[in-house]
């Protein structure tokens, strides 16, 4: 069961909650999911495009959309300050005008900032993305990123990466676990995501399971 289902989309209603809210009809409802599938790879590129070069990734852990009639509200929760907070009101214009201009309604961006920013898959993913580039060792690169989110006070994480790892000629999956993670409860609160990386060698896939904490 904890192989075969979203954990994210199985815990829906009890410990996660829908990251877009918004309500259509049927016939309309599949426009309005690529609509926010937009607005995320918009804002992502946008940040791609505009970060320094030293500064090491984008640090957004995810993105809520809310919509309304005439509004799209979207909310960036991101760990790190990068170009978008540097220049408070200025980058976050810059942004608003550059994803405006794919939309007809009209667009309002907020950032918000989180405290524990390796508690966050998608960050910890996009870490360990950085150094699989830079040629680290995966092993090394996925005991790093474990040590760091332990310092969050998280009860389990998950690390798996799969792919011609270190350029070897046969794909494999290698994974790690520390603590709990208990994926067939519902009742257990999982951060998940899976990140894909282009290297030298081929894609790589990588998916980390955060277990927070049990209701």
Known sequence: MGQK????????????SHHSFWFAKPKDFSMGLQEDEKIRNCIKNYV??????????????YMGIQKRIDLIQVIIYIGFPNLLIEGRTRGIEELQINV??????????????????????????????LQLKNRVSFRKAMKKAIELTEQTGIKGIQVQIAGRIDGKEIARVEWIREGRVPLQTIRAKINHCSHTIRTIYGVLGIKIWIFVNQE
């Open 100 to 129: 405006q201009k794919e939309f007809q309604r009209r667009l309002n961006i907020a950032i918000t900032r989180i405290e524990k920013p390796y508690g966050q898959p998608n960050i910890l993913a996009e870490y360990i993305a």
């Open 48 to 61: 791609k495009k505009k970060k320094r070069i030293s500064s090491g990734f984008e640090g957004i852990a």
């Open 5 to 16: 289902i979203n954990p994210l989309g199985f815990r829906l209603g009890t410990t996660q």
